[in-house]
């Protein structure tokens, strides 16, 4: 279906305007008709198609899954709940969203296929509890424990952003202040050595060499590891045996690569956990788990779990032949599996992970920072040395 945007009226007789989606300018009319809007005029939009296909900001989808938890659980038809948030939502490319879940439910799906029409919104992993929330008659309940999924996922997000948000502002700072001494300070005084025939320094020599060639290829090294970013980017889409790699290569990066494994884990456990508790069976749960993996290293895993139960093998068993979780997880999934509360089990994983992520997380907070102090010093003593050394010989010399 195509874009519209449209300009339209309300029951009270303001003008609306918005985009939607729809077959044709018929259709546009009908659904408009629906959401008690008189259309007025549209034609095909024509601009910000990436950000129409962006994802939905998470806190969005937090708000819609406690609201339509609450009122679900007070007895409100769905179809009256959605229309509710639609009229309430504020972010315009999510009340969208929300009208397009309003329009497929009347035409005759439920809640779970039409917000699989919508992966940008809502992932397989959500469309599959909701779907098991609607068959088990427990919608309310899936609604709040997606919400409480999603905080938990935003929190982890978070621990990750303050991680890399230090170490990126002092990296650039460090860039920027070396590039001005490039471009600008060390071609100067170059100039000034050269015109004295001051005998230079090796380290100073270096550091002229490096300022020449930044400044006369500065551009085209920009250039090419912008070019090569995107290239490896578009490799990494297009080329599973190039994702596989660079998804080994996270997982096995020093510092950060046991921070991101236990994330993913973290993440699968909790997702786990919820379908298994929601009714759904383990095979089918652990094959939804491996599209939201976010990790072809992990995905593999996850495939090799699923064959392995599917052979006959117990959960315990499948998880400890292919080693992705360490021993004192494969204890308390054992326990769990033995005692018939497998999902509890699988939330205490999670809850380990989750915690042990934010205690990672800290611990590298705290050596990174004075790793990267003593980083930017030992470059701006060696710019210091290089520098003032030569400029320090003159004027001793011209002392003498």
């Not at 296909?53 to 406690?66: A, D, K, Q, S």
């Not at 085209?220 to 590891?225: K, R, S």
């Not at 749960?285 to 392995?308: F, H, P, S």
Request: aromatic share 8%.
């Amino acid at each position: 279906m195509a874009v519209f945007a449209y300009r339209a009226m309300n029951r009270g007789g303001r003008l609306v305007r918005g985009e939607m989606e729809a077959s044709n300018l018929v259709d546009l009319e009908l659904r408009l008709h629906r959401m008690d809007l008189d259309f007025i005029n549209g034609e095909p939009s024509r601009g910000m198609a990436l950000w129409r296909r962006g994802r939905i900001p998470p806190r969005e989808v937090m708000h819609f899954c406690f609201h339509l938890e609450q009122l679900t659980r007070a007895g409100v038809p769905i179809i009256e709940s959605l229309c509710d948030l639609r009229d309430s939502t504020e972010h315009p490319r999510f009340r969208e969203i929300v009208a397009g879940l309003v329009e497929s439910i009347a035409g005759g799906l439920s809640l779970s296929q039409a917000m699989a029409e919508h992966p940008a919104a809502f992932d397989a992993v959500f469309c599959a509890l909701i779907r098991a929330g609607e068959a088990t008659g427990n919608l309310p309940e899936v609604l709040a424990s997606l919400n409480e999924s999603l905080k938990r996922s935003d929190e982890l997000a978070s621990y990750t952003r303050r991680l890399v948000i230090y170490p990126a502002f002092v990296l650039c700072t460090i860039m920027v202040a070396t590039g001005v001494a490039m471009l600008y300070v060390v071609p100067e005084l170059s100039k000034l050595f050269l015109s004295i025939g001051a005998t230079l320094p090796l380290h100073t020599r270096i550091l002229i060499s490096i300022s020449h060639l930044i400044a006369q290829h500065g551009g085209w090294l920009l250039a090419f590891i912008v070019i090569g970013g995107i290239g490896l980017k578009i490799l990494t889409q297009q080329n599973p045996g190039m994702r596989l790699k660079v998804d080994r290569l996270k997982l096995s990066a020093p510092l950060f690569g046991e921070v991101y494994r236990k994330i993913v884990l973290a993440r699968f456990a909790s997702l786990f956990s919820m379908m298994y508790a929601s009714g759904i069976p383990i095979i089918d749960a652990i094959k939804i788990a491996q599209d939201v993996a976010g990790n072809m290293v992990v995905r593999r895993a996850l495939g090799a779990v699923e064959q392995l139960i599917a052979e006959g093998q117990n959960v315990t068993a499948a998880f400890t032949q292919i080693g992705l979780f360490p021993p004192l997880v494969i204890r308390m999934l054992r326990v769990g599996e033995n005692t018939g509360a497998l999902d509890q089990a699988l939330g205490n994983v999670s809850y380990f992970y989750e915690r042990d992520v934010r205690e990672s997380i800290l611990k590298l907070q705290t050596m990174i920072e004075p790793l990267l102090t003593v980083l930017l010093g030992a470059l701006l003593m060696w710019v210091m040395i290089s520098v003032l050394g030569p400029i320090y010989d003159v004027i001793t010399k011209m002392k003498v």
